[in-house]
């Protein structure tokens, strides 16, 4: 069978066309990889959340004081903000979670630090009256503060344990390990609760490249060990402690390091904890000085101390 006449003329058509589309579905899809990915705005209640604590925050003129004291008072406006756990576990892939109307321990002390570096950037007072650009400032400062080496890069990137959180931080220039000039002795014990507990982390569970990054995390800490203060050495290390120093209380876990974190406020004479309690239902300042909450409390045997960097207080980054 011969083909029609003018088949060969349509086919060299169809050919060329062909190879005009593929070359058209190239550039578009280069062009689309070279734009930033869209960010999604955030809901209008917690950008009024933030809003409002960045706007009276450098109303005060905290962007100008040491950076501890800023963090006290930034702390304070989170006081009776309802505790919520779990904050940073929503369903799907790891991605950046922002939330000021609902806090766990770590993130009320991960967003009291990025409100503060917020303020201390040079247009803040700007950029607060456009919205999406302080929505990207800010998620840039919280990605620097949560995950390793300032990169998100799935779930095993979040600072997990903070023991790791705190050493990662140092090495950023976020914060300084006080524990050791404290009076800290030196911790060797094995990490190792998230692997040994894999059924309690659904990201363990279902992928197995996670847990075997998690575990390469858990062997460097073990293998570095940490500076820690015992119970025992609270009320004489408690003098060098200052307003808005981020305090880990170390946990008696097999495997953990760190049980809870919060910060530091010294109330009429007395070092108080200011938090988003295990047990409770809103950010409150500890009743009880820090010394005798500790050993009050039976899973926590002491604590670690980070001090913020800015202003008056420098952190050599290594």
């Avoid at 450098?58 to 800023?70: E, K, N, R």
């Avoid at 080496?149 to 050493?167: K, V």
């Avoid at 390469?216 to 003098?239: K, N, T």
């Avoid at 495997?255 to 239902?281: F, I, Q």
Wanted: charged residues 25%; glycine residues 10%.
């Amino acid at each position: 069978m011969h083909p029609a006449p003018g088949w060969g003329r349509a086919r060299t058509r169809s050919r060329a066309l062909g190879r005009a589309v593929a070359a058209l579905s190239t550039a578009l899809l280069l062009a689309a990889a070279a734009r930033p990915a869209t960010r999604a705005p955030w809901d209008d209640a917690e950008w009024a959340a933030f809003h409002g604590k960045a706007a009276w925050a450098l109303g005060q003129g905290l962007d100008t004081v040491p950076m501890g004291a800023a963090m006290a008072a930034i702390g304070r406006t989170f006081v009776g903000t309802p505790y919520v756990p779990h904050t940073l576990e929503p369903p799907g892939p790891e991605r950046l979670v922002i939330g000021f109307r609902g806090l766990d321990c770590v993130t009320f002390v991960e967003n009291v630090l990025a409100l503060t570096g917020f303020i201390r950037e040079p247009d803040a007072r700007q950029l607060l009256e456009r919205r999406g650009e302080a929505e990207e400032r800010y998620e840039r400062i919280l990605t620097r503060i949560r995950y390793r080496g300032g990169e998100l890069r799935g779930y095993p990137s979040r600072l997990h344990y903070f023991s790791d959180w705190i050493a990662d931080g140092e090495a950023k220039g976020l914060v300084r390990d006080v524990t050791r000039e404290l009076g800290g002795v030196r911790d060797t014990g094995v990490v190792d609760f998230m692997t040994t507990h894999r059924d309690a982390y659904r990201q363990l569970m279902e992928d197995s490249s996670a847990l075997e990054a998690v575990q390469q995390v858990e062997q460097r800490l073990s293998a570095a060990g940490r500076w820690w203060i015992p119970e025992d050495a609270l009320e004489a290390a408690s003098a060098g402690i200052r307003d808005g120093d981020i305090i880990a209380a170390t946990s008696t876990a097999p495997g953990m390091d760190v049980a809870h974190t919060g910060l530091a406020l010294w109330v009429d004479g007395s070092l108080r904890l200011m938090h988003a309690p295990l047990v409770g239902d809103s950010v409150e300042i500890s009743a009880e000085p820090i010394p005798t909450r500790v050993r009050r409390i039976r899973g926590q045997d002491g604590i670690m101390v980070a001090r913020p960097c800015g202003g008056a207080t420098s952190c050599t980054v290594r």
